[in-house]
């Protein structure tokens, strides 16, 4: 069983940045990617970012290209999110997951299987 920690979630302003973490634990897939979700009060749970195991292929969605960094480091299994040029519309509960194979070219939360408990970020204007 996969068990996936985020944290790093808090009060930050316009503009500023932030990094999440995503503590993974225990056996899963042995092809395997990490993607980040986020949900905001009132909408629907929406892929921001992926990273693949086997090679460090990554996913964005367009609206944090060029903001949001994914990377990993694979002694500590952690995967981080790092988040620049925050917007109040980045406002929302931030959850890492995992799902076999790799990114692919779309991410959807109905293609992961394991899910962290969300940490909550908000960016006041």
């Known amino acids: 069983e996969v068990q996936l920690q985020a944290s790093g979630g808090g009060l930050v302003q316009t503009g500023e940045s932030r990094t999440l973490s995503c503590a993974v634990s225990g056996f899963g897939f042995e092809d395997y990617s990490i993607g980040w979700f986020r949900q905001a009060p009132g909408k629907e749970r929406e892929g921001v970012s992926c990273?693949?195991?086997?090679?460090?292929?990554?996913w964005y969605a367009d609206s944090v290209k060029g903001r949001f960094t994914i990377f990993r480091d694979k002694s500590k299994n952690t995967v981080f999110l790092h988040m620049s040029s925050l917007k109040p519309e980045d406002t929302a509960v931030y959850y890492c997951?995992?799902?076999?194979?790799?990114?692919?070219?779309?991410?959807?939360?109905?293609?992961?299987?394991?899910w962290g408990q969300g940490t909550l970020v908000t960016v006041s204007s």
């Open positions: 990273i693949s195991d086997s090679d460090g292929s990554t």
């Open positions: 997951a995992e799902r076999e194979l790799s990114c692919g070219t779309s991410v959807h939360s109905t293609m992961y299987d394991y």
